[in-house]
């Protein structure tokens, strides 16, 4: 087995370290982003075990918000506080969204070639599969429940089927799905 | 309604949609298309297919420069540069605020009931973010054949999505779409 490996208390990490990462974690995270965070923060950095990283994306995932700024957010506030936050989101952010809007500026400006048009509209047909199918794969764990298929549904079609604003989505789906894990938790 | 005064209504719209985007911010693209194409009209149908399709071709923060290529058309750099702030703003700080509130009640069992009751829906939006794109890219068989394919993909095997990614624009460049 593997020794505990956790950082050093008497060494904190830097600011600048967490910049660093978090600038890396985003220019390499096409799509998978989750997978290089979990790499950076818990297998090279070794800032995070597996279990608190676990932890740390749940919290994120039940909060508003792009997740994985979520994660750089709570990583960076748990080694460094709200300074150790606002490092590990500006380096998540500032670099990689200045250089991706210069190529996506210059992207649009031709987006009327016809090449570009069909490059455009082949990624585009792509990338509305794989969101689906990441939405299908979170659902995964929890095939077992039908409370919370019924509510996945239920918010689906009301998105979808029925068009409503995404408020009313929410809370009329919200204290159902609540109720539903509520009753489970008082089961099990 | 002129540049400023579209910029500033776009910036609090979105800033209200990050703040409830339980899922991440594809969970409230179908509002948001709705709100910038079919309410107010400030870009095309097509604009907001082609500011999708390019920050998946993208590396970094996807959505948020997404949101910012809206904002440049709606009022120029400032626009852009607003319409990104108010994306990431509001969720960073509730993180924060979370974090701490979380840190301290790491064993409650409210926690547990909140995760499992959020879960449902946040995947029911996301799945529906997914299909309301789908419907605006794939204006035929050829382009919807594209999109379950890599969606199948994406299911059965542990292929790097961006080969999935890389298909789609060379069957699109090569015009086979």
Excluded at chain 1, 32 to 54: H, I, P
Excluded at chain 1, 126 to 137: H, K
Excluded at chain 2, 73 to 93: D, E, H, N, Q, R
Aim: hydrophobic fraction near 60%.
């Amino acid at each position: 087995m593997q020794v505990p490996a956790t950082r050093p208390e008497a060494q904190p990490v830097s600011l600048a370290a967490l910049f660093v990462a978090f600038l890396k974690v985003s220019l390499c995270g096409f799509g998978g982003g989750l997978v290089w965070a979990r790499r950076t923060v818990v297998d090279r950095e070794r800032w995070l075990d597996d279990e608190e990283f676990a932890d740390t994306l749940s919290l994120c995932q039940f909060l508003p918000g792009p997740n994985i700024i979520g994660i750089a957010v709570c990583v960076g506030a748990r080694l460094r506080g709200a300074a150790g936050a606002i490092a590990a989101a500006a380096g998540f952010i500032l670099i990689p969204g200045a250089i991706g809007f210069g190529l996506g500026a210059l992207f649009l400006q031709h987006a009327y070639l016809p090449i570009l048009q069909g490059v455009l509209g082949g990624v585009s047909a792509a990338a509305a599969g794989l969101l689906i199918a990441t939405g299908l794969r979170l659902l995964l764990p929890h095939r077992t429940r039908p409370a919370a298929l019924l509510c996945a549904a239920l918010a689906f079609a009301g998105m979808t089927l029925v068009k409503l604003p995404l408020l009313v989505v929410l809370l009329g789906v919200l204290p159902i799905s609540f109720a539903a894990a509520a009753i489970e938790g008082a089961r099990a | 309604m002129n540049g400023q005064s579209a910029a500033l209504a776009l910036t609090a719209h979105l800033a209200l949609l990050s703040s409830i985007s339980f899922g991440g911010i594809p969970s409230v693209l179908p509002d948001i298309r709705n709100f910038v194409v079919t309410a107010n009209g400030w870009v095309t149908d097509q604009e907001f297919a082609n500011y999708f399709a390019i920050v998946q071709a993208i590396p970094g923060p996807n959505m948020i420069l997404m949101m910012s290529f809206i904002g440049l058309k709606v009022w120029g750099l400032p626009g852009a540069a607003a319409s990104a702030l108010a994306t990431f703003g509001p969720p960073c700080m509730m993180y924060f605020a979370a974090f701490r509130l979380w840190d301290r009640f790491r064993e409650a069992r409210w926690q547990r009931i909140a995760r499992r009751g959020l879960a449902p829906v946040t995947i029911g939006l996301v799945v529906a973010g997914g299909v309301v794109m789908a419907r605006t890219a794939d204006t035929d068989w050829a382009l919807l054949a594209v999109t379950i394919a890599a969606a199948a993909v994406f299911l059965a095997t542990r292929i790097n999505p961006l080969w999935t990614l890389a298909a789609g624009a060379a069957l699109g460049a090569l015009g086979v779409l």
